[in-house]
């Protein structure tokens, strides 16, 4: 809705005409303050940090190159914190220190490869 006032000032020549423009020009501004108290609610909507953030994280899930990125660091972060705690405890000896080295890189293999994912996939 587009409110403008008019820009013909009418000619008034009687008490009833000037009720009569007053009470126009009443409603005009009470619908130009609508306007202006939607627009305001809207600008402190956009600028509130929760909704910058919304809409950061959904313009960044839209692109496929950081969707994939994002799985693979997912991945990552999630098998190297399975072989630090859960299988691979640190243990005191080169042996054991070898043995956690190269699970990593075959861990690592697997799920940086497209290959190694579909087959891991399988198992």
Do not use: C, W
């Not at 000037?18 to 306007?35: F, G, V």
């Not at 190694?116 to 399988?122: D, M, S, V």
Request: net charge positive.
């Amino acid at each position: 809705m587009n409110v403008r006032p008019n820009i013909i000032i009418p000619v008034i020549t009687n008490s009833t005409e000037l009720k009569h423009e007053i009470m126009k020009l009443s409603s005009l501004k009470a619908d130009q303050e609508l306007i202006l108290k939607r627009d305001l609610k809207e600008i402190y909507y956009s600028m509130q940090i929760s909704t910058v953030i919304k809409r950061t994280v959904r313009d960044l899930t839209e692109d496929d190159h950081i969707k994939s990125t994002a799985v693979e660091a997912g991945i990552s972060l999630g098998s190297g914190f399975i072989l630090d705690k859960l299988l691979l405890r640190k243990g005191y000896g080169i042996k054991s220190y070898l043995m956690n080295v190269g699970m990593k890189k075959l861990v690592s293999y697997f799920t940086h490869n497209g290959k190694g994912l579909k087959l891991l996939a399988k198992i």
